[in-house]
T-cell receptor
Framework: QKEVEQDPGPLSVPEGAIVSLNCTYSNSAFQYFMWYRQYSRKGPELLMYTYSSGNKEDGRFTAQVDKSSKYISLFIRDSQPSDSATYLCAMSFLSGGYNKLIFGAGTRLAVHP | DARVTQTPRDKVTEMGQEVTMRCQPILGHNTVFWYRQTMMQGLELLAYFRNRAPLDDSGMPKDRFSAEMPDATLATLKIQPSEPRDSAVYFC???????????????FGEGSRLTVL
C-alpha cells in the first residue's frame, strides 16, 4: 500500500462546475499538506499549503485537511478551462532534518467549455 | 524571473549509453531535489542535497545512478549505463530551509524527458 493514495482520474467537468479532488494517506507523521498543479510538459507548481486540520481558502480554491480520517481535499469553485491540469497532493514530515515530501499519483482534470 | 533551469529538455539514447542531466537551482536556494516521474509510479524522490551536501539518495538505484553538486549553481544526475526502464521525466526542484526547520515551497524545473531505446 502506498503512503499516499490519489485517484488518477481522468476527471472531466463542464466549465463552472465545482471540482473535488481527494487524497488519503496512511502515515500519521505527516504534518504539512500541499496541492501542486502540473500543466502538460511543465513541472509541478505549488497551489495550496496547509499545516493543520481544517479549511484554507485562496480565491476559487479551498484546501481541506482531516487528520483524524487521514484525508485531504481540494475544491475548485467555478472551474475554468485554464484549470485543466494534473493536480498532485503532497505531504511531508520532518525526517533527518528536512521535510521528506511524498506525492500522490496525481489526478488529471479536464474542464471543457 | 527566478526559475529552475534543466537541460536537456528531451533526450533519446540507446541502452547502455551514459546520460547526464543538469539543473541550475534558483540563486540563493540551499536545497535541491531530484525526482523521477512515470505514469506507473508518479513522482519519486531520487536524491536530496542541502548546502551542496548529499543528505538522502535512498530513492536512487546506486549501481547506475549518481547525483552531485559541483557548485551552488549546478546539480547533475548521471545514469551509467542507461536502461529502457529508466525512461521517465526527471525533475529538479530547489527550495529554502524554513527558520523552524524543514524545507519550504519547492520550485520545479520543466523536467528532462528521457527515452532509452
Amino acid at each position: 500500500q502506498k503512503e499516499v493514495e490519489q485517484d488518477p482520474g481522468p476527471l472531466s467537468v463542464p466549465e463552472g462546475a465545482i471540482v473535488s479532488l481527494n487524497c488519503t494517506y496512511s502515515n500519521s507523521a505527516f504534518q504539512y499538506f500541499m496541492w501542486y498543479r502540473q500543466y502538460s510538459r511543465k513541472g509541478p507548481e505549488l497551489l495550496m499549503y496547509t499545516y493543520s486540520s481544517g479549511n484554507k481558502e485562496d480565491g476559487r480554491f479551498t484546501a481541506q485537511v482531516d487528520k483524524s480520517s487521514k484525508y485531504i481535499s481540494l475544491f475548485i469553485r467555478d472551474s475554468q478551462p485554464s484549470d485543466s491540469a494534473t493536480y498532485l497532493c503532497a505531504m511531508s514530515f520532518l525526517s533527518g532534518g528536512y521535510n521528506k515530501l511524498i506525492f500522490g499519483a496525481g489526478t488529471r482534470l479536464a474542464v471543457h467549455p | 524571473d527566478a526559475r529552475v533551469t534543466q537541460t536537456p529538455r528531451d533526450k533519446v539514447t540507446e541502452m547502455g549509453q551514459e546520460v547526464t542531466m543538469r539543473c541550475q537551482p534558483i540563486l540563493g536556494h540551499n536545497t535541491v531535489f531530484w525526482y523521477r516521474q512515470t505514469m506507473m509510479q508518479g513522482l519519486e524522490l531520487l536524491a536530496y542535497f542541502r548546502n551542496r551536501a548529499p543528505l538522502d539518495d535512498s530513492g536512487m538505484p546506486k549501481d547506475r545512478f549518481s547525483a552531485e553538486m559541483p557548485d551552488a549553481t549546478l546539480a547533475t544526475l548521471k545514469i551509467q549505463p542507461s536502461e529502457p526502464r529508466d525512461s521517465a521525466v526527471y525533475f529538479c526542484a530547489s527550495g529554502l530551509d524554513l527558520p523552524g526547520g524543514g524545507t519550504g515551497e519547492l520550485f520545479f524545473g520543466e523536467g528532462s524527458r528521457l527515452t532509452v531505446l
